[in-house]
Protein backbone atom coordinates (compact mmCIF):
# COMPACT_ATOMS: atom_id res chain seq x y z
CA UNK A 1 0.00 0.00 0.00
CA UNK A 2 1.78 3.33 -1.34
CA UNK A 3 1.19 6.77 0.04
CA UNK A 4 -2.40 8.51 -0.99
CA UNK A 5 -1.07 11.51 -2.84
CA UNK A 6 -2.82 14.73 -2.32
CA UNK A 7 -3.15 17.38 -4.97
CA UNK A 8 -1.34 20.28 -2.87
CA UNK A 9 1.35 18.44 -2.05
CA UNK A 10 2.24 16.67 -5.95
CA UNK A 11 4.64 18.88 -6.49
CA UNK A 12 6.26 18.27 -2.95
CA UNK A 13 6.14 14.74 -3.76
CA UNK A 14 7.79 14.85 -6.81
CA UNK A 15 10.73 16.65 -5.11
CA UNK A 16 11.32 14.16 -2.47
CA UNK A 17 10.87 10.94 -4.72
CA UNK A 18 13.61 12.30 -6.99
CA UNK A 19 15.90 12.88 -3.97
CA UNK A 20 15.66 9.82 -3.01
CA UNK A 21 16.28 8.12 -6.38
CA UNK A 22 19.24 10.70 -7.20
CA UNK A 23 20.91 9.36 -3.75
CA UNK A 24 20.07 5.70 -4.17
CA UNK A 25 16.76 5.34 -2.24
CA UNK A 26 14.62 4.40 -5.60
CA UNK A 27 13.15 1.40 -3.59
CA UNK A 28 11.68 3.76 -1.68
CA UNK A 29 10.25 5.33 -4.25
CA UNK A 30 8.59 2.23 -5.73
CA UNK A 31 7.24 0.66 -2.53
CA UNK A 32 5.28 3.96 -1.37
CA UNK A 33 3.70 4.85 -4.83
CA UNK A 34 5.69 7.89 -4.52
CA UNK A 35 6.45 7.12 -8.49
CA UNK A 36 2.57 8.31 -8.99
CA UNK A 37 4.01 11.49 -8.64
CA UNK A 38 5.97 11.25 -12.18
CA UNK A 39 2.22 10.22 -14.06
CA UNK A 40 2.64 13.33 -15.84
CA UNK A 41 6.37 12.76 -17.54
CA UNK A 42 8.46 9.89 -17.59
CA UNK A 43 10.49 8.77 -14.82
CA UNK A 44 14.27 9.21 -14.32
CA UNK A 45 16.06 7.33 -16.42
CA UNK A 46 18.94 7.00 -14.05
CA UNK A 47 17.83 6.04 -10.59
CA UNK A 48 21.46 6.98 -8.76
CA UNK A 49 23.53 9.60 -9.14
CA UNK A 50 27.25 8.99 -9.99
CA UNK A 51 29.64 11.86 -9.72
CA UNK A 52 33.60 11.38 -10.09
CA UNK A 53 34.33 11.95 -6.73
CA UNK A 54 32.37 12.00 -3.22
CA UNK A 55 33.01 15.71 -2.95
CA UNK A 56 30.94 16.82 -6.21
CA UNK A 57 28.33 14.48 -4.61
CA UNK A 58 27.73 16.05 -1.03
CA UNK A 59 28.40 19.41 -2.52
CA UNK A 60 25.82 18.20 -4.98
CA UNK A 61 22.98 17.22 -2.46
CA UNK A 62 23.40 20.48 -0.35
CA UNK A 63 22.52 22.74 -3.16
CA UNK A 64 19.29 20.26 -3.71
CA UNK A 65 18.37 20.21 -0.71
CA UNK A 66 18.38 24.40 -0.55
CA UNK A 67 16.75 24.79 -3.79
CA UNK A 68 14.18 22.46 -2.03
CA UNK A 69 13.28 25.22 0.55
CA UNK A 70 13.42 25.83 4.24
CA UNK A 71 12.18 22.93 5.53
CA UNK A 72 15.27 20.46 3.88
CA UNK A 73 17.68 22.93 4.23
CA UNK A 74 17.03 22.99 7.65
CA UNK A 75 17.56 19.04 7.38
CA UNK A 76 20.45 19.86 5.55
CA UNK A 77 22.04 21.74 8.84
CA UNK A 78 20.47 19.18 11.46
CA UNK A 79 22.89 16.06 9.44
CA UNK A 80 25.91 18.68 8.70
CA UNK A 81 26.51 18.62 13.18
CA UNK A 82 25.60 14.76 12.42
CA UNK A 83 29.24 13.23 12.02
CA UNK A 84 27.91 9.50 13.48
CA UNK A 85 25.43 9.31 10.41
CA UNK A 86 27.09 10.69 7.76
CA UNK A 87 31.01 10.84 6.34
CA UNK A 88 33.28 14.15 6.87
CA UNK A 89 33.24 15.03 3.28
CA UNK A 90 29.27 15.10 3.39
CA UNK A 91 29.43 17.09 6.60
CA UNK A 92 31.61 19.90 5.85
CA UNK A 93 29.60 20.00 2.38
CA UNK A 94 26.18 20.34 4.27
CA UNK A 95 27.83 22.83 7.17
CA UNK A 96 27.82 26.10 4.60
CA UNK A 97 24.01 25.69 5.40
CA UNK A 98 24.03 26.76 8.67
CA UNK A 99 24.70 30.05 7.68
CA UNK A 100 25.30 30.68 4.23
CA UNK A 101 21.91 30.18 2.34
CA UNK A 102 20.41 31.90 -0.68
CA UNK A 103 19.74 35.68 0.40
CA UNK A 104 15.97 37.34 -0.60
CA UNK A 105 15.59 40.65 -1.74
CA UNK A 106 16.40 44.16 0.04
CA UNK A 107 13.13 45.22 -0.89
CA UNK A 108 11.33 42.09 1.25
CA UNK A 109 13.65 43.34 3.89
CA UNK A 110 12.50 46.75 3.69
CA UNK A 111 8.67 45.69 3.45
CA UNK A 112 8.77 43.32 6.07
CA UNK A 113 10.58 45.51 8.65
CA UNK A 114 8.11 48.56 8.06
CA UNK A 115 5.10 46.06 8.57
CA UNK A 116 6.31 45.00 11.63
CA UNK A 117 7.89 47.51 13.27
CA UNK A 118 4.88 50.46 11.81
CA UNK A 119 7.57 53.06 11.00
CA UNK A 120 9.98 53.65 7.92
CA UNK A 121 12.59 51.60 7.55
CA UNK A 122 14.88 55.47 7.63
CA UNK A 123 12.92 56.64 10.82
CA UNK A 124 13.82 53.74 12.49
CA UNK A 125 17.34 53.40 11.92
CA UNK A 126 20.15 55.71 11.30
CA UNK A 127 21.87 52.65 9.42
CA UNK A 128 20.69 50.36 7.56
CA UNK A 129 23.28 48.05 5.59
CA UNK A 130 21.26 46.35 2.63
CA UNK A 131 23.43 43.64 2.03
CA UNK A 132 23.04 40.62 4.83
CA UNK A 133 25.64 39.27 7.23
CA UNK A 134 24.36 35.88 7.82
CA UNK A 135 21.42 33.81 5.72
CA UNK A 136 19.85 31.22 6.71
CA UNK A 137 17.10 28.72 6.35
CA UNK A 138 14.36 31.16 8.08
CA UNK A 139 15.80 34.21 8.02
CA UNK A 140 18.18 36.70 7.57
CA UNK A 141 20.64 39.21 9.37
CA UNK A 142 21.64 42.53 9.14
CA UNK A 143 24.07 44.94 10.43
CA UNK A 144 22.36 48.25 11.37
CA UNK A 145 22.30 51.37 14.15
CA UNK A 146 19.27 52.60 16.39
CA UNK A 147 19.15 56.35 16.08
CA UNK A 148 20.83 58.44 18.99
CA UNK A 149 18.66 58.72 21.91
CA UNK A 150 17.39 62.07 23.35
CA UNK A 151 19.73 62.18 26.03
CA UNK A 152 22.31 62.66 23.00
CA UNK A 153 24.14 59.64 23.75
CA UNK A 154 24.79 57.67 20.46
CA UNK A 155 22.57 54.72 19.22
CA UNK A 156 23.83 51.26 19.64
CA UNK A 157 25.03 48.99 17.25
CA UNK A 158 22.21 46.09 16.41
CA UNK A 159 21.77 43.23 14.11
CA UNK A 160 18.40 42.97 12.70
CA UNK A 161 17.38 39.35 12.02
CA UNK A 162 14.40 39.74 9.65
CA UNK A 163 11.84 36.09 8.39
CA UNK A 164 11.84 35.18 4.88
CA UNK A 165 8.93 36.31 3.03
CA UNK A 166 6.17 33.81 2.82
CA UNK A 167 7.86 31.32 5.07
CA UNK A 168 5.01 29.89 6.97
CA UNK A 169 2.96 28.95 3.82
CA UNK A 170 5.68 27.25 2.54
CA UNK A 171 5.92 25.43 5.39
CA UNK A 172 2.85 24.01 5.69
CA UNK A 173 3.18 22.49 2.17
CA UNK A 174 6.41 20.69 3.04
CA UNK A 175 5.80 19.67 6.69
CA UNK A 176 1.75 17.97 5.10
CA UNK A 177 3.92 16.29 2.67
CA UNK A 178 6.56 15.24 5.29
CA UNK A 179 3.64 13.99 7.43
CA UNK A 180 2.22 11.64 5.06
CA UNK A 181 5.75 10.10 3.83
CA UNK A 182 6.34 10.06 7.59
CA UNK A 183 3.27 8.02 8.43
CA UNK A 184 3.79 5.61 5.55
CA UNK A 185 7.45 4.99 6.78
CA UNK A 186 6.08 3.94 10.48
CA UNK A 187 3.13 1.62 8.90
CA UNK A 188 5.56 -0.44 6.54
CA UNK A 189 9.33 0.38 7.17
CA UNK A 190 11.29 -1.53 10.33
CA UNK A 191 13.38 1.70 10.44
CA UNK A 192 9.85 3.78 10.62
CA UNK A 193 8.47 1.22 13.26
CA UNK A 194 11.83 1.94 15.18
CA UNK A 195 12.05 5.51 15.48
CA UNK A 196 8.58 6.60 15.25
CA UNK A 197 9.33 9.31 12.36
CA UNK A 198 5.31 10.65 13.06
CA UNK A 199 6.22 11.72 16.72
CA UNK A 200 9.28 13.04 15.73
CA UNK A 201 7.91 15.12 12.74
CA UNK A 202 5.42 16.32 15.27
CA UNK A 203 7.82 17.17 17.64
CA UNK A 204 9.37 18.99 14.79
CA UNK A 205 6.42 20.97 14.05
CA UNK A 206 6.08 22.11 17.70
CA UNK A 207 9.37 23.72 17.53
CA UNK A 208 9.59 25.10 14.12
CA UNK A 209 6.11 27.19 15.43
CA UNK A 210 8.17 28.14 18.15
CA UNK A 211 11.42 28.78 16.15
CA UNK A 212 9.21 31.20 13.64
CA UNK A 213 7.62 33.86 16.54
CA UNK A 214 10.90 35.97 17.12
CA UNK A 215 9.36 37.13 20.03
CA UNK A 216 9.87 34.05 21.78
CA UNK A 217 13.33 33.74 21.04
CA UNK A 218 13.66 37.35 22.44
CA UNK A 219 12.75 35.55 25.87
CA UNK A 220 14.58 32.72 24.95
CA UNK A 221 17.56 35.26 25.02
CA UNK A 222 17.15 36.86 28.11
CA UNK A 223 16.05 33.75 29.86
CA UNK A 224 19.45 31.85 28.79
CA UNK A 225 21.69 35.07 29.13
CA UNK A 226 20.07 35.90 32.88
CA UNK A 227 20.90 31.81 33.74
CA UNK A 228 24.36 32.80 32.71
CA UNK A 229 25.35 36.03 33.83
CA UNK A 230 27.61 34.42 36.10
CA UNK A 231 29.76 32.85 33.58
CA UNK A 232 32.15 35.86 32.31
CA UNK A 233 33.65 33.72 29.50
CA UNK A 234 29.94 33.37 27.95
CA UNK A 235 28.08 36.36 25.90
CA UNK A 236 24.21 36.32 25.52
CA UNK A 237 23.31 39.02 23.22
CA UNK A 238 20.17 41.03 24.62
CA UNK A 239 16.97 41.72 22.58
CA UNK A 240 16.13 45.35 21.82
CA UNK A 241 12.30 44.55 22.94
CA UNK A 242 10.79 47.92 20.67
CA UNK A 243 12.49 46.71 17.51
CA UNK A 244 11.18 43.27 17.80
CA UNK A 245 7.97 41.37 16.35
CA UNK A 246 6.61 38.28 15.47
CA UNK A 247 8.88 38.64 12.24
CA UNK A 248 11.71 40.71 13.15
CA UNK A 249 14.20 40.24 16.25
CA UNK A 250 16.67 43.16 16.62
CA UNK A 251 19.66 42.33 19.12
CA UNK A 252 22.65 44.03 20.42
CA UNK A 253 25.69 43.64 17.88
CA UNK A 254 28.26 41.56 18.81
CA UNK A 255 31.44 42.08 16.88
CA UNK A 256 33.45 39.18 16.61
CA UNK A 257 33.93 36.28 14.03
CA UNK A 258 31.96 32.72 13.71
CA UNK A 259 34.29 30.04 15.17
CA UNK A 260 34.89 28.18 12.40
CA UNK A 261 36.46 31.30 10.23
CA UNK A 262 38.91 31.92 13.28
CA UNK A 263 42.76 31.55 11.64
CA UNK A 264 45.56 29.87 12.66
CA UNK A 265 47.58 33.39 14.41
CA UNK A 266 43.87 34.00 16.16
CA UNK A 267 43.97 30.40 17.56
CA UNK A 268 47.18 31.43 19.10
CA UNK A 269 46.43 34.39 20.80
CA UNK A 270 43.35 32.54 22.57
CA UNK A 271 43.22 30.33 25.60
CA UNK A 272 41.07 27.69 23.42
CA UNK A 273 41.36 24.97 26.48
CA UNK A 274 39.55 27.42 29.35
CA UNK A 275 37.38 28.75 26.79
CA UNK A 276 36.07 25.31 25.54
CA UNK A 277 35.64 24.10 29.63
CA UNK A 278 33.60 27.14 30.48
CA UNK A 279 31.34 26.21 27.24
CA UNK A 280 30.81 22.61 28.73
CA UNK A 281 30.01 23.51 32.37
CA UNK A 282 27.64 26.03 30.96
CA UNK A 283 25.67 24.07 28.58
CA UNK A 284 26.12 21.34 31.53
CA UNK A 285 24.46 24.10 34.16
CA UNK A 286 21.96 25.00 31.49
CA UNK A 287 20.64 20.90 30.83
CA UNK A 288 20.86 19.64 34.17
CA UNK A 289 20.61 22.86 37.01
CA UNK A 290 18.09 25.81 34.65
CA UNK A 291 16.45 23.12 32.44
CA UNK A 292 16.63 25.04 30.11
CA UNK A 293 19.32 25.20 27.17
CA UNK A 294 20.39 26.39 23.74
CA UNK A 295 19.19 23.34 21.95
CA UNK A 296 21.07 24.54 18.37
CA UNK A 297 24.60 25.64 19.34
CA UNK A 298 26.29 24.08 16.02
CA UNK A 299 29.58 26.34 14.96
CA UNK A 300 27.84 28.47 12.63
CA UNK A 301 25.86 29.93 16.19
CA UNK A 302 29.35 30.15 18.13
CA UNK A 303 31.31 33.52 17.95
CA UNK A 304 34.61 34.28 19.48
CA UNK A 305 34.32 38.24 20.03
CA UNK A 306 37.04 40.47 20.23
CA UNK A 307 37.78 40.49 23.44
CA UNK A 308 37.84 36.50 23.56
CA UNK A 309 34.71 35.16 24.49
CA UNK A 310 32.56 33.33 23.32
CA UNK A 311 28.82 34.32 22.30
CA UNK A 312 26.03 32.04 21.84
CA UNK A 313 23.71 33.29 19.16
CA UNK A 314 20.42 32.29 17.43
CA UNK A 315 18.38 31.10 20.45
CA UNK A 316 15.17 30.42 18.53
CA UNK A 317 15.66 26.57 19.31
CA UNK A 318 16.07 25.98 23.06
CA UNK A 319 15.56 22.56 24.71
CA UNK A 320 13.66 22.18 28.31
CA UNK A 321 14.55 19.08 30.70
CA UNK A 322 12.06 18.55 34.09
CA UNK A 323 13.66 18.93 37.43
CA UNK A 324 12.82 14.63 37.97
CA UNK A 325 14.51 14.20 34.25
CA UNK A 326 17.69 16.00 35.11
CA UNK A 327 18.61 13.67 37.99
CA UNK A 328 18.29 10.83 35.21
CA UNK A 329 20.21 12.49 32.80
CA UNK A 330 23.25 13.67 35.36
CA UNK A 331 23.51 10.13 36.59
CA UNK A 332 23.04 8.31 33.13
CA UNK A 333 25.47 10.81 31.51
CA UNK A 334 28.22 10.25 34.18
CA UNK A 335 27.33 6.12 34.04
CA UNK A 336 28.67 6.72 30.20
CA UNK A 337 31.09 8.57 30.11
CA UNK A 338 33.16 6.12 33.43
CA UNK A 339 32.14 3.15 31.77
CA UNK A 340 29.94 1.46 34.03
CA UNK A 341 27.14 -0.40 31.59
CA UNK A 342 25.35 -2.17 34.52
CA UNK A 343 24.38 1.30 35.87
CA UNK A 344 23.60 2.36 32.19
CA UNK A 345 21.31 0.00 31.47
CA UNK A 346 19.47 -0.10 34.80
CA UNK A 347 18.90 4.04 34.34
CA UNK A 348 18.33 3.56 30.64
CA UNK A 349 15.69 1.20 31.42
CA UNK A 350 14.21 3.31 34.44
CA UNK A 351 13.84 6.35 31.86
CA UNK A 352 12.62 4.40 28.91
CA UNK A 353 9.11 2.70 27.49
CA UNK A 354 9.21 -1.04 26.63
CA UNK A 355 7.60 -1.89 23.20
CA UNK A 356 5.77 -4.92 24.54
CA UNK A 357 4.13 -5.38 20.86
CA UNK A 358 4.73 -5.21 17.18
CA UNK A 359 8.10 -5.50 15.10
CA UNK A 360 10.46 -3.81 18.07
CA UNK A 361 9.46 -6.24 20.90
CA UNK A 362 11.69 -5.32 24.16
CA UNK A 363 14.34 -7.48 24.16
CA UNK A 364 16.34 -7.42 27.60
CA UNK A 365 19.18 -9.68 27.14
CA UNK A 366 20.06 -8.32 23.56
CA UNK A 367 19.16 -4.89 24.84
CA UNK A 368 22.16 -5.30 28.18
CA UNK A 369 24.55 -7.00 25.71
CA UNK A 370 24.93 -4.30 22.93
CA UNK A 371 25.05 -2.06 25.93
CA UNK A 372 27.97 -3.46 27.47
CA UNK A 373 29.44 -3.84 23.98
CA UNK A 374 29.21 0.21 23.01
CA UNK A 375 30.68 1.27 26.71
CA UNK A 376 33.09 -1.62 26.90
CA UNK A 377 34.41 -0.46 23.99
CA UNK A 378 34.48 2.86 24.09
CA UNK A 379 36.67 2.17 27.36
CA UNK A 380 39.81 1.26 25.53
CA UNK A 381 39.65 4.88 23.53
CA UNK A 382 41.84 6.91 24.10
CA UNK A 383 40.02 9.76 26.33
CA UNK A 384 41.49 13.06 24.48
CA UNK A 385 39.72 11.50 21.38
CA UNK A 386 36.38 10.50 22.86
CA UNK A 387 33.20 11.91 21.63
CA UNK A 388 30.63 11.25 24.50
CA UNK A 389 27.76 12.73 22.24
CA UNK A 390 28.48 10.33 19.84
CA UNK A 391 28.23 7.25 22.43
CA UNK A 392 25.05 9.02 23.33
CA UNK A 393 23.51 8.74 20.38
CA UNK A 394 24.41 5.15 19.22
CA UNK A 395 22.97 4.39 23.05
CA UNK A 396 20.02 6.21 22.09
CA UNK A 397 19.67 4.04 18.95
CA UNK A 398 20.59 0.73 20.29
CA UNK A 399 17.64 1.58 22.96
CA UNK A 400 15.13 2.35 20.09
CA UNK A 401 16.67 -0.90 17.81
CA UNK A 402 15.99 -3.30 20.69
CA UNK A 403 12.39 -1.82 21.81
CA UNK A 404 12.67 0.94 24.33
CA UNK A 405 11.86 4.38 23.49
CA UNK A 406 13.72 6.88 25.24
CA UNK A 407 12.39 10.93 26.03
CA UNK A 408 12.86 12.80 23.59
CA UNK A 409 15.15 14.95 26.16
CA UNK A 410 18.05 12.05 25.64
CA UNK A 411 18.15 12.64 22.27
CA UNK A 412 18.32 16.31 22.27
CA UNK A 413 20.98 16.11 24.85
CA UNK A 414 23.00 13.86 22.64
CA UNK A 415 23.03 16.07 19.61
CA UNK A 416 23.87 18.94 21.56
CA UNK A 417 26.80 17.02 23.52
CA UNK A 418 27.76 16.13 20.01
CA UNK A 419 28.20 19.88 18.51
CA UNK A 420 29.85 20.75 21.70
CA UNK A 421 32.31 17.96 21.04
CA UNK A 422 33.19 19.70 17.85
CA UNK A 423 33.09 23.26 18.84
CA UNK A 424 35.49 22.07 21.73
CA UNK A 425 37.82 20.42 19.36
CA UNK A 426 37.57 23.53 17.26
CA UNK A 427 39.00 25.91 20.44
CA UNK A 428 41.37 23.34 21.77
CA UNK A 429 42.27 20.21 19.67
CA UNK A 430 43.31 18.36 22.99
CA UNK A 431 40.33 18.51 24.60
CA UNK A 432 38.71 16.10 26.79
CA UNK A 433 35.25 15.99 26.65
CA UNK A 434 35.07 13.01 28.73
CA UNK A 435 37.17 14.73 31.65
CA UNK A 436 35.47 18.11 30.99
CA UNK A 437 31.80 15.99 32.37
CA UNK A 438 33.57 14.47 35.37
CA UNK A 439 35.17 17.30 36.32
CA UNK A 440 32.17 19.75 36.32
CA UNK A 441 29.17 16.88 37.34
CA UNK A 442 29.96 17.29 40.95
CA UNK A 443 30.13 21.13 41.37
CA UNK A 444 26.66 20.51 38.89
CA UNK A 445 25.15 18.45 41.53
CA UNK A 446 26.38 21.04 44.42
CA UNK A 447 24.34 23.98 42.86
CA UNK A 448 21.43 21.59 42.46
CA UNK A 449 21.38 21.04 45.82
CA UNK A 450 21.68 24.74 46.60
CA UNK A 451 18.29 24.97 44.33
CA UNK A 452 16.28 22.64 46.40
CA UNK A 453 17.39 24.26 49.46
CA UNK A 454 15.75 27.67 47.80
CA UNK A 455 13.45 29.87 49.58
CA UNK A 456 10.61 28.90 47.40
CA UNK A 457 11.19 25.22 48.90
CA UNK A 458 11.44 25.71 52.12
CA UNK A 459 8.57 27.61 51.80
CA UNK A 460 6.38 25.11 50.45
CA UNK A 461 8.09 21.99 52.74
CA UNK A 462 7.57 24.54 55.91
CA UNK A 463 3.58 24.70 54.64
CA UNK A 464 3.90 21.07 54.68
CA UNK A 465 5.15 20.86 58.07
CA UNK A 466 2.41 22.88 59.39
CA UNK A 467 -0.36 20.54 57.58
CA UNK A 468 1.12 17.61 59.18
CA UNK A 469 1.97 18.93 62.94
CA UNK A 470 -1.63 20.23 62.86
CA UNK A 471 -3.22 17.40 61.86
CA UNK A 472 -0.96 15.24 63.92
CA UNK A 473 -3.25 15.36 67.00
CA UNK A 474 -6.19 14.50 65.85
CA UNK A 475 -5.00 11.85 63.82
CA UNK A 476 -3.52 10.28 67.33
CA UNK A 477 -6.39 10.83 68.89
CA UNK A 478 -8.43 9.03 65.87
CA UNK A 479 -6.04 5.87 66.76
CA UNK A 480 -5.98 5.75 70.71
CA UNK A 481 -10.18 5.53 70.54
CA UNK A 482 -10.11 2.68 68.50
CA UNK A 483 -7.97 0.83 70.19
CA UNK A 484 -9.88 1.76 73.87
CA UNK A 485 -12.75 0.82 71.97
CA UNK A 486 -10.92 -2.86 71.17
CA UNK A 487 -12.36 -1.69 67.55
CA UNK A 488 -8.20 -2.24 65.80
CA UNK A 489 -8.78 -4.57 63.24
CA UNK A 490 -5.90 -5.90 60.65
CA UNK A 491 -6.96 -6.80 57.45
CA UNK A 492 -5.31 -9.51 55.33
CA UNK A 493 -5.82 -10.16 52.38
CA UNK A 494 -5.03 -13.63 51.48
CA UNK A 495 -6.21 -16.80 49.15
CA UNK A 496 -6.30 -19.19 52.52
CA UNK A 497 -6.81 -17.11 55.56
CA UNK A 498 -6.05 -20.79 57.86
CA UNK A 499 -3.13 -21.44 56.14
CA UNK A 500 -1.82 -18.05 56.71
CA UNK A 501 -2.81 -18.09 60.72
CA UNK A 502 -1.72 -21.49 60.82
CA UNK A 503 1.83 -20.51 59.40
CA UNK A 504 2.00 -17.79 61.87
CA UNK A 505 1.76 -19.98 64.94
CA UNK A 506 4.37 -22.38 63.37
CA UNK A 507 6.78 -19.16 63.41
CA UNK A 508 6.20 -17.79 66.35
CA UNK A 509 6.74 -21.24 67.68
CA UNK A 510 10.43 -21.65 66.23
CA UNK A 511 10.89 -17.81 67.22
CA UNK A 512 10.00 -19.02 71.07
CA UNK A 513 12.14 -21.89 70.90
CA UNK A 514 15.45 -20.07 69.46
CA UNK A 515 14.55 -17.43 72.36
CA UNK A 516 14.44 -20.09 75.04
CA UNK A 517 17.87 -22.08 73.50
CA UNK A 518 19.43 -18.69 73.11
CA UNK A 519 18.59 -18.19 77.41
CA UNK A 520 20.02 -21.60 78.63
CA UNK A 521 23.07 -21.07 76.41
CA UNK A 522 23.16 -17.40 78.01
CA UNK A 523 22.90 -18.82 81.65
CA UNK A 524 24.78 -21.82 81.14
CA UNK A 525 27.64 -19.61 79.97
CA UNK A 526 27.09 -17.42 83.27
CA UNK A 527 26.56 -20.83 85.71
CA UNK A 528 30.38 -22.09 84.90
CA UNK A 529 31.74 -19.28 86.72
CA UNK A 530 29.80 -20.62 89.62
CA UNK A 531 32.10 -23.06 91.32
CA UNK A 532 29.81 -26.31 92.14
CA UNK A 533 30.93 -29.81 93.97
CA UNK A 534 28.73 -30.98 91.49
CA UNK A 535 30.45 -31.61 88.48
CA UNK A 536 30.35 -32.93 84.47
CA UNK A 537 33.87 -33.60 82.48
CA UNK A 538 34.93 -31.18 85.46
CA UNK A 539 32.84 -28.40 84.36
CA UNK A 540 30.08 -27.37 86.74
CA UNK A 541 27.02 -29.95 86.25
CA UNK A 542 24.22 -27.24 86.56
CA UNK A 543 25.74 -25.09 83.49
CA UNK A 544 26.55 -28.37 81.27
CA UNK A 545 23.28 -29.26 81.97
CA UNK A 546 22.09 -26.23 80.65
CA UNK A 547 24.20 -26.60 77.56
CA UNK A 548 23.46 -30.21 77.06
CA UNK A 549 19.85 -28.90 77.05
CA UNK A 550 20.54 -26.54 74.54
CA UNK A 551 22.31 -28.25 72.47
CA UNK A 552 19.61 -31.16 72.10
CA UNK A 553 17.01 -28.46 71.60
CA UNK A 554 18.91 -26.65 69.11
CA UNK A 555 19.33 -30.38 67.36
CA UNK A 556 15.61 -31.06 67.64
CA UNK A 557 14.58 -27.64 65.76
CA UNK A 558 16.78 -28.17 62.84
CA UNK A 559 15.12 -31.77 62.20
CA UNK A 560 11.68 -30.78 63.07
CA UNK A 561 12.20 -27.92 60.35
CA UNK A 562 13.83 -29.83 58.09
CA UNK A 563 10.96 -32.42 58.29
CA UNK A 564 8.47 -29.77 57.66
CA UNK A 565 9.57 -28.13 55.15
CA UNK A 566 10.12 -31.82 53.86
CA UNK A 567 6.51 -32.48 53.87
CA UNK A 568 5.31 -28.48 52.63
CA UNK A 569 7.33 -29.69 49.30
CA UNK A 570 5.79 -33.04 49.20
CA UNK A 571 2.28 -32.02 49.59
CA UNK A 572 2.77 -28.60 46.66
CA UNK A 573 4.02 -31.50 44.14
CA UNK A 574 1.03 -33.93 45.20
CA UNK A 575 -1.63 -32.13 46.83
CA UNK A 576 -2.45 -32.79 50.09
CA UNK A 577 -3.40 -35.86 51.75
CA UNK A 578 -6.67 -37.50 50.83
Given at each position: ????????????????????????????????????????????????????????????????????????????????????????????????????????????????VEEE?????????????????????????????????????????????????????????????????????????????????????????????????????????????????????????????????????????????????????????????????ALFD??????????????????????????????????????????????????????????????????????????????????????????????????????????????????????????????????????????????????????????????????????????????????SAAI???????????????????????????????????????????????????????????????????????????????????????????????????????????????????
Amino acid sequence: MGITLKPPYLKRYKDIALLFMKYGRGDLVANSGLDQAFADEPMPAQTEMEYADAEAKAEALASDLERMGPIFTKLGQVLSSRGDLLPPVYTKALARLQDNTAPFSFGDVERIVEEELGVRLSKAFAFFDSTPIATASLGQVHHARLRDNPDGSLGRDVVVKVQRPDIRDALATDLGALHDIAEFLDEHTDFGKTHHLGDVLREFRKNLALELDYRQEARNLVEVGNNLRDYHDILVPRPIDDYTSARVLTMEFVAGKKITAIGPLAHLELDGSRLADALFDAYLNQILVDGVFHADPHPGNIFITEDRRIALLDLGMIGRVSKAMQEKLLRLLLAVSEGRSDQATELALNIGEREEAGIREFNEYEFQRKLNELIMAEQGTNLARLQIGRVILEFTEICAQQGLRLPGELTMLAKCLLNLDEIGRLLDPAFDPNAAIERHSYAIMQKRMIKDISPSNIFSAAIEAKEFVQELPGRVNKVLDILSRNHFKVHVDAIAEETLIEGFQKVSNRITTGLILAALIIGASMLMHIQSSFTIFGYPGLAMICFLGAAGGGFWLVIAIALADRRSKQQAKHGPPQ
